[in-house]
């Protein structure tokens, strides 16, 4: 991915970089950080000398045929790896795991706390189980980044991208050793990722929203469903009257017609 990808995407793109020192040269850490663009995940390996783990549908690396074929040794090679969401309590559970074994090879794990692309530019609430989970489990340093102007280079529904400079700014290592061993108190959960959200909306500046990105998507989406019904419904109503019009017309120029007729063949 670096020489095939990266060397080309810093070239054409120059992503500027602040804070690189404090990622690690070697042992394990969390790379947690917003999540803008689909770019995110090719921008932040790219500055890096380390390797960088992050996790992808299982889905991308069981498609099958050539193209399917082609979709699993890109995100092999770009270092995604695959989660089976088919179990019992889906991908947390999975993610988890993963990022524990990832940590434990001495490695980079590379997460994102909102679960989801913003759907807006904003941060959204961080979801508290695999992240946290994943810190206290192992004792890994968590290294809060954010991804800067990702969002502009390629908005949903563009496909060539737009020439730009991206940022990175990486915050210093948060340590939650003093949680260690309480990874399955939900309020220290929801403690340690408040913390690293909170260091997030810092390096990136963006305007923080209480609500968890996949409820602010059902409700963009929703809106958008009521929009096009709303929508739907005016055009039927417009033609309902149009054809009402059109039929009081058609009567009202009928009329006179008739009341020839009728006086022609009245006594």
Do not use: C
Not at 45 to 50: G, H
């Amino acid at each position: 991915m670096k020489v095939a990808i990266g060397g080309p995407l810093k070239l054409a793109f120059r992503p500027w970089v602040e804070g690189l020192e404090n990622v690690p040269a070697e042992g394990p850490a969390i790379l947690a950080s917003n999540h803008l663009s689909f770019s995110d995940s090719f921008f932040l390996p790219a500055v890096l000398d380390r390797k960088v783990t992050f996790i992808a549908k299982a889905e991308y690396f069981t498609t099958p045929g050539v193209k399917g074929r082609l979709t699993a040794a890109f995100f092999k090679g770009v270092g995604q790896l695959p989660v089976d969401r088919s179990g019992a309590r889906g991908a947390g559970e999975a993610a988890i795991k993963s990022g524990i074994e990832v940590l434990e090879r001495g490695e980079l794990f590379g997460i994102y706390p909102e679960g989801t692309r913003s759907p807006d530019g904003r941060l959204y609430r961080g979801k508290p189980g695999g992240l946290a989970r994943v810190a206290l489990a192992t004792g890994a340093p968590v290294i809060p980044v954010a991804m800067i102007d990702t969002e502009k280079i390629q908005p949903p529904g563009q496909v060539r991208p737009k020439l730009m400079r991206p940022g990175i700014r990486i915050g210093r290592p948060l340590d939650f050793s003093r949680y260690q061993g309480m990874e399955h108190d939900r309020f220290v959960l929801r403690a340690v990722t408040d913390e690293v959200m909170y260091e997030i909306m810092k390096l990136s500046g963006q305007e923080y929203v209480d609500i968890y990105a996949t409820a602010m998507k059902r409700q963009l989406a929703e809106a958008a469903k009521a929009e096009k019904e709303a929508e739907k419904s005016a055009k039927a109503a417009l033609a309902r009257a149009e054809k009402e019009q059109a039929e009081k017309l058609r009567a009202a120029m009928e009329q006179p017609g008739r009341e020839r007729t009728e006086r022609r063949s009245g006594p």
